[in-house]
């Protein structure tokens, strides 16, 4: 007698689970994820095959234009405003309350003396964008480029915590620049810093 073969059903899958969590994973990947601002000036550092990274937060930038400009960020939010106070005390210059918080929120990088700031923070975005900077000095006679960094530093020690430096200049940059700031940095004992540069492809 033949043997009866049984009727091969065919194999089904509900993808349905599957697709439910992916829309899920999307919708909190969309919620949570954190776009880095936009910087104020664009800088095309120089390539290296360096494979050490700079840390992604408690860092502070020092970033010089072509024409030999220097900007400063510093992206720890806590020390911004305490660190505004620093250095209006040290150059007699008094930040209201509503300064203060544009200085913490708005600002990503500057670039002005910090006599100029007060009328800088005043700026809208707009305005910010289409100002003429002159970089915040760096020469040997007024040094405010380190005076940033060193305040800063101090503050961060203050609070059992520290800040990295980063410098990052643009491939066109001059070498006496880059050396004029070194120098800086060398005269308050500031030796330790990461050159910021784009990776060799």
């Avoid at 439910?20 to 550092?45: S, V, Y």
Wanted: aromatic share 8%; glycine share 4%; net charge neutral.
């Amino acid at each position: 007698m033949a043997r009866v073969k049984p009727k091969r059903h065919g194999i089904r899958i509900d993808m349905t689970p599957m697709t439910d969590l992916a829309w899920l994973l999307l919708t909190f990947f969309i919620l949570t994820t954190q776009f880095k601002p936009e910087e104020t000036i664009a800088i095309d550092p120089p390539s290296s095959v360096s494979q050490i990274k700079i840390r992604d937060r408690g860092v502070m930038k020092i970033s010089i234009t072509t024409d030999g400009k220097y900007y400063f960020s510093m992206d720890e939010l806590k020390y911004r405003v305490p660190l505004l106070n620093a250095m209006g005390k040290k150059y007699n210059i008094t930040f209201t309350p509503e300064e203060q918080q544009e200085f913490k929120n708005a600002i990503t990088d500057f670039g002005v003396p910090i006599q100029q700031l007060k009328e800088y923070l005043k700026m809208t975005e707009t305005q910010r964008e289409k100002v003429v900077v002159s970089g915040i000095p760096g020469d040997s006679t007024n040094s405010q480029i380190t005076e940033w960094v060193f305040e800063a530093r101090e503050l961060a020690k203050e609070a059992g915590d520290s800040l990295d430096l980063g410098i990052k200049g643009d491939i066109k940059t001059q070498y006496p620049v880059f050396k004029n700031l070194l120098a800086r940095l060398q005269d308050k004992n500031m030796n330790k810093f990461q050159l910021i540069t784009a990776s060799e492809d």
